[in-house]
């Protein structure tokens, strides 16, 4: 089986966050299902210099009315279409922010052509190479399915929300600009509230949703956490399905793992105290035995860092120090520094992200903090339990699937992996801090923590076979001629 994965980021090659870490490892594990991906994803200048090693595998004769040509990059384990448009995305800036920290003004058009790159690609503009399933993944690539339909194409896609509170919501006037069919500004497609939305379009055009864990699945049906697509998801509630994401068990492999100090494992975790040192060193943390906290976050409020920086000065009050790694909203980062300098040695806050710090952290703090308002999985605490660092978590989405509180039933039974906290506020968190410095005075129940989190497992290989059977069984769908979904809107 061939699939196209569409998407705006992929490990190893360029990444801002969870989005990259699941697209880049999971073609990897599906392979074990007979199952070959190929990837695309836009020229980002990181990409440039591989993709341009070679001549292009095509030229469009224009995509959304600027020059394009399609390349590639092959690795031992990806394989990369990339999507080469200098004028959209060979700039300077992030992937979807400019040098100053702004959305750039045309992310509409810099997605849509991706999208519309990808439905050409499912419709057979590659000689020799046409998918069966075609994947794609949150509002950036959204749109893909809904230039399918309007092609008469009727391949099988698979949306993934990876997380819901970003939609891709645009002016309605930009509409004549995507050269889509009118219809396709509709309630059945992308009008949404007065404006479009590229989410709601894939939503509505796609054959199967699934999103990143199946609390997630079923907490988004619901006006809280529905983002106001709620709507949406409950007219296609028979297709929505939740699938935990995992993680590449090679990338984050503390016996391995290039990035440490002294690696180790669950028989071995004596080698943390090296790294332990080593982070403390690096980032001006004083050298004591209380407990190291971090968080490794976008520092946004939907991350729940404002409540961590309420609890800053409580952690230190009681004899633990506290790490921030990421970046974010501005106000939020200018909090944490703000924080941070009330408390040298004991707080230490950096701005950016940095794949060799984050290893370092989670291989020397003891705890992971993750207060997250809502989460639709999570992948740091999946990294944390397998480091040894005991999560302390909300308790919302797939963070409460994966983290097994520490109360007394689940510690006496063995199985208790990291710290609960619900309500989402403040006082919730609070406590469940004090909670882990309490356990955290007993070096024995610690350990048995530590122990029992770093020999869970959290691999992609079960929810791999979840997405094979789903392609399976849409596959099977299309052949049986149910092409329900292929007579909508956009079609």
């Given at each position: 089986?061939?699939?196209?994965?569409?998407?705006?980021?992929?490990?190893?090659?360029?990444?801002?966050?969870?989005?990259?870490?699941?697209?880049?490892?999971?073609?990897?594990?599906l392979q074990k299902f007979g199952i070959r991906t190929i990837t695309l994803v836009p020229g980002y200048p990181a990409l440039l210099p591989m993709a341009r090693a070679g001549a292009p595998l095509l030229v469009f004769d224009e995509i959304l009315g600027e020059d394009a040509s399609l390349r590639h990059i092959q690795n031992e384990d990806q394989m990369l279409f990339v999507l080469d448009i200098p004028t959209l995305f060979e700039r300077p800036g992030g992937l979807y922010l400019d040098e100053f920290g702004r959305d750039f003004a045309d992310n509409w058009k810099r997605f849509a052509a991706l999208s519309l790159a990808a439905a050409r690609i499912a419709d057979g503009a590659l000689p020799g190479w046409v998918p069966d399933i075609v994947h794609t993944h949150d509002w950036q690539t959204a749109l893909t399915s809904v230039y399918m339909r309007a092609m008469g194409n009727g391949l099988p896609v698979v949306a993934t929300i990876h997380n819901l509170a970003f939609q891709g919501q645009f002016a309605a006037g930009?509409?004549?600009?995507?050269?889509?069919?009118?219809?396709?500004?509709?309630?059945?497609?992308?009008?949404?509230?007065?404006?479009?939305?590229f989410l709601k379009g894939g939503l509505m055009t796609s054959d199967a949703i699934t999103t990143v864990s199946p609390t997630y699945a079923r907490e988004i049906l619901t006006p809280r956490f529905g983002m106001g697509?709620?709507?949406?998801?409950?007219?296609?509630?028979?297709?929505?399905?939740?699938?935990?994401?995992?993680?590449d068990d090679e990338v984050w492999d503390p016996s391995l793992d290039p990035?440490?100090?002294?690696?180790?494992?669950?028989?071995?975790?004596?080698?943390?105290?090296?790294?332990?040192?080593?982070?403390?060193?690096?980032?001006?943390?004083?050298?004591?035995?209380?407990?190291?906290?971090?968080?490794?976050?976008?520092?946004t409020w939907q991350k729940g860092m404002d409540m961590l920086a309420d609890v800053a000065e409580e952690i230190v009050y009681?004899?633990?120090?506290?790490?921030?790694?990421?970046?974010?909203?501005?106000?939020?980062?200018?909090?944490?520094l703000r924080t941070a300098a009330r408390f040298p040695g004991r707080m230490a806050v950096y701005i950016g992200y940095d794949e060799r710090l984050a290893h370092l952290i989670h291989a020397g703090s003891?705890?992971?903090?993750?207060?997250?308002?809502?989460?639709?999985?999570?992948?740091?605490?999946?990294?944390?339990?397998?480091?040894?660092?005991?999560?302390?978590?909300?308790?919302?989405?797939?963070?409460?699937?994966t983290v097994i509180d520490a109360n007394d039933a689940a510690m006496g039974a063995g199985v208790a992996t990291g710290f609960q906290f619900h309500p989402v506020t403040t006082e919730g968190l609070r406590h469940a801090i004090r909670r882990a410095i309490e356990v955290f005075q007993s070096p024995e129940q610690w350990q048995r923590l530590q122990n029992q989190g770093m020999t869970a497992r959290f691999s992609w290989d079960r929810s791999a076979g979840l997405y094979a059977n789903l392609y399976r069984h849409l596959l099977d769908e299309a052949e049986s001629g149910n092409d329900n979904m292929r007579s909508r809107a956009a079609g």
């Open positions: 089986m061939k699939v196209l994965s569409v998407t705006s980021e992929v490990y190893p090659f360029v990444k801002t966050g969870g989005l990259a870490d699941v697209t880049g490892a999971l073609p990897k594990s930009l509409f004549p600009y995507l050269h889509l069919p009118a219809r396709a500004l509709s309630l059945d497609c992308l009008e949404y509230y007065g404006d479009m939305s697509m709620e709507g949406v998801l409950a007219s296609r509630r028979d297709r929505l399905k939740g699938i935990l994401n995992g993680i990035y440490l100090t002294q690696t180790f494992d669950a028989a071995t975790p004596e080698g943390r105290r090296d790294n332990r040192i080593a982070l403390c060193r690096e980032l001006g943390i004083d050298l004591d035995e209380g407990p190291i906290l971090s968080a490794v976050s976008r520092l009681r004899g633990a120090k506290l790490i921030v790694c990421g970046q974010g909203d501005a106000a939020t980062e200018d909090l944490m003891d705890a992971v903090i993750q207060p997250s308002r809502f989460e639709p999985c999570g992948l740091t605490q999946l990294y944390a339990l397998r480091y040894g660092s005991v999560p302390i978590v909300s308790r919302t989405g797939g963070l409460a699937e």
